[in-house]
């Protein structure tokens, strides 16, 4: 079964920082990969997904981008950070049936 | 395009009743359905999910749900529930050809609060 590795858990960063979380995948190849932000009272939104190497797509026209250097490895970043970045970002890698493993999360605050 | 309604937001409930949770589906093709748990901060969890065969799909933690496709409804049900079924429930649907197009649509999420 795949796991999902999210560091770090919790994050505070000033207005105008940069930012960078990491998602890795045990237990599976060429994955789809999956990131969400869930803003505080809110649901799912999906930000970007990956179907390979190099493969971006972005959902929702941001700050942020996405990058996937490695098969298992999910980068989401920054280059200025802004308040309304704050929230729960979480990983996630589909499987052959469509459902997703999720990771831990990381709790964002911008301050 | 698929779409998923969680008609209620917030539920409250006495500890040991029964509770329903409501999820209704919207697409044109056939598709997979799930409900996650969601404890405070913490990730996504699969509760269960119907895929094909029998419509009550029995789930973890004592929970099951029932795929009515007439209805278009999943709704996530336990006959007792307990304090540590305190979370945030999420419906979810992705279509059921594998594609690196479809994704999964979450539901807006019901909030469950159990009452000693």
């Known amino acids: 079964s795949q796991t999902i590795h999210q560091w770090p858990a919790t994050l505070v960063q000033p207005v105008g920082s940069p930012l960078s979380l990491e998602c890795t995948v045990e237990?599976?190849?060429?994955?789809?990969l999956y990131w969400y932000r869930q803003a505080a009272g809110r649901g799912l939104q999906l930000l970007f997904y990956?179907?390979?190497?190099?493969?971006i797509s972005s959902e929702v026209p941001q700050n942020l981008s996405a990058s996937r250097p490695q098969d298992r490895q999910f980068i989401l970043s920054s280059k200025k950070l802004l308040l309304s970045d704050s929230g729960f970002y979480l990983c996630?890698?589909?499987?052959?049936?469509?459902?997703?493993?999720f990771g831990s999360g990381t709790r964002l605050t911008v301050v | 395009a698929q779409s998923v309604t969680q008609l209620d937001s917030q539920v409250p409930v006495f500890e040991e009743a029964p509770v329903e949770l409501r999820c209704n589906y919207s697409?044109?093709?056939?598709?997979?359905l799930f409900w996650y748990v969601q404890y405070p901060n913490q990730g996504l969890q699969l509760l269960l999910k119907?895929?094909?065969?029998?419509?009550l799909v029995k789930g973890i933690n004592g929970f099951e749900a029932e795929f009515n496709k007439s209805q278009t409804s999943f709704h996530l049900r336990k006959p007792s529930v307990h304090i540590s079924d305190t979370a945030e429930y999420f419906c979810?649907?992705?279509?059921?050809?594998?594609?690196?197009?479809?994704?999964?649509?979450f539901g807006s999420g019901t909030r469950l609060s159990i009452r000693p």
């Open positions: 996630a890698s589909r499987g052959w049936e469509g459902g997703y493993t």
């Open positions: 237990g599976t190849s060429n994955p789809n």
């Open positions: 990956s179907v390979g190497i190099g493969q």
């Open positions: 697409s044109s093709v056939s598709v997979y």
């Open positions: 119907y895929l094909s065969g029998s419509t």
């Open positions: 979810a649907v992705t279509l059921v050809s594998y594609s690196s197009a479809s994704k999964i649509i």
